[in-house]
């Protein structure tokens, strides 16, 4: 899978799981985990990171809502 592609999951999913955490009820354990160890697998990427987060802020939208297409238009 493509660096930037396999970033952009790996924040969107961050994003729900960092969601459940502050919703009423909280995470539960596995879910706390699975975030640190998402959080590992995403320093493999540090440049696509960096880029999606260029392009969020650039398009002022969260990384959730945007496609590799609109990271690849901001690289």
């Known amino acids: 899978m493509e660096p930037l592609t396999e970033a952009l999951r790996l924040l969107r999913r961050q994003a729900v799981l ?7 009820g909280g995470v539960r ?3 706390e985990r699975e975030l ?6 995403l320093k ?6 960096t880029a999606i987060l260029e392009a969020s802020r650039t398009l002022n939208r ?14």
């Open 62 to 75: 969260p990384v959730d809502a945007l496609s590799v297409t609109d990271v690849e238009t901001f690289q």
């Open 44 to 49: 493999r990427f540090p440049g696509a990171v």
């Open 29 to 31: 354990v596995t879910e």
């Open 36 to 41: 640190y160890e998402l959080r590992e697998r």
């Open 18 to 24: 960092e969601d459940a955490m502050r919703s009423r």
